[in-house]
């Protein structure tokens, strides 16, 4: 094997049992996002030592999990919920409930797509269909919401409020969540537009639909110090396209 | 002749949704189990079971007509999971620790050992390690940093290696 063959081995098995330093951490992240062959070792690496696992004895799992499972695969297939970020911090006072976790019955969630629509200023053009639209609730009914409008031509993100408020002393960070990648990446802070009432960023990526998940976090001014988010995740939710 | 589990595999691949019930009173506790030993918060261990069946249900295209090996699919799905909130709860990683020596004494333990080789410290290692997944050593530092541990490392990757070639 060549020299950069036993490089990736090694980077994929300190990878698979978190022994990688910070360095090697990124290396590998940035390597399964971008290279098919290293996603594939990964995997190769997670087979074989699952043997392993058969050391665990048996667990009880919690009582009322199984429904919210269910509760995350509709009938189409689909999973509703997506991975939580891999860096997420548990929150001081984080409740138990999760509640960055779009556990929101479909119901609810439709409820929210013709809500979203009305939060449009007046005077201001539709978005077109090829625009993207990411809802992003805490979950709870009549909760908070934020609606992201993504225009892909221009990479160009607003984001509009309805019972919250952007906070004084923190900021507001979005991230983006992509099926396939290990880690949360950071799309940059929500700042509002004093000459607007919705909130503009201009982000330096594509989204895509049934892949991307939208993620805003409560972070300390500038931003999370870390790679991934700090502070507790306020709102999650999937990119749709407005033409449906 | 078919398992019980391969049915059941089978069944999801085909988007049998109510399957994955089916699965969940199956496996759900020896998955918990490993998730548990893995990452010790309970907070951290509810979200990666629940992530382990979502994401079986979302990769369940690729056990289509396969017929073997669902046990160890499921098993790294739950471990990857795990090592997924690793970064969240560093300050209740679990630990290789609290699995009962006589476990390792398991047959499917047993085997692996023996089918590639590895050595009785290189197994103690590794067991460490995937169980810990992350977790500092007393030194603050992780194995990999430690000059003897990265050289385990290095035959325990090395030997993987054999398996592909």
């Keep these: ?242 033409g449906g | 002749m078919a398992s019980k589990l391969d049915d059941i595999i089978e069944r999801i691949s085909n988007s049998d949704k109510s399957a994955v019930a089916d699965l969940y009173a199956m496996r759900s506790a020896r998955l918990y189990g490993i998730i548990c030993h893995t990452t010790a918060d309970s907070d951290a261990a509810r979200l990666a079971l629940h992530d382990t069946f979502t994401d079986v249900w979302r990769d369940r295209s690729s056990r289509k007509n396969v017929s073997d090996g669902h046990e160890d699919w499921l098993i790294a799905i739950a471990h990857r999971c795990a090592g997924r909130y690793r970064a969240s709860f560093p300050e209740k990683s679990a630990s290789a620790d609290s699995i009962d020596t006589a476990h390792r004494d398991t047959d499917a333990v047993k085997q692996f050992s023996a089918k590639y080789g590895i050595q009785d410290n290189d197994l103690e290692f590794l067991i460490s390690a995937y169980f810990s997944n992350g977790k500092l050593n007393r030194a603050g530092k992780r194995q990999s940093e430690d000059p003897t541990m990265k050289e385990r490392l290095g035959r325990i990757s090395d030997l993987f290696g054999k398996t592909r070639t």
């Design chain 1, 1 to 242: 094997m060549s020299d950069k063959g036993t490089h990736l081995q090694m980077l994929a098995m300190s990878y698979v049992l978190g022994q990688t330093s910070a360095e090697q951490q990124a290396e590998a992240e940035a390597l399964h996002t971008s290279d098919s062959d290293f996603r594939a070792l990964v995997s190769q690496i997670e087979l074989w030592l699952a043997p392993l696992g058969n050391l665990a004895p048996e667990h009880e799992p919690p009582i009322g999990l199984l429904d919210e499972i269910m509760l995350s695969i509709d009938d189409g297939g689909t999973v509703l919920n997506t991975p939580a970020p891999r860096a997420i911090r548990k929150a001081p006072t984080a409740s138990r409930s999760f509640p960055w976790r779009p556990m929101a019955l479909a119901a609810s969630f439709i409820a929210l797509v013709s809500t979203s629509m009305h939060l449009l200023p007046s005077g201001q053009t539709m978005p077109a269909q090829d625009d993207l639209l990411a809802m992003l609730s805490n979950g709870e009914v009549n909760a908070p919401l934020v609606v992201i409008i993504y225009d892909p031509v221009s990479k160009s993100v607003v984001a509009h409020t309805a019972h919250a408020d952007l906070p004084i002393e923190q900021v507001w960070q979005l991230w983006l969540i992509r099926e396939g990648n290990d880690a949360p990446r950071s799309l940059g802070l929500l700042e509002r537009n004093r000459d607007q009432a919705g909130v503009s960023l201009t982000i330096n990526q594509n989204l895509t639909t049934g892949t991307d998940t939208l993620a805003i976090s409560l972070e300390p001014q500038g931003g999370s110090p870390e790679p991934g988010p700090t502070g507790p995740i306020l709102f999650t939710g999937q990119v749709k396209s407005l």
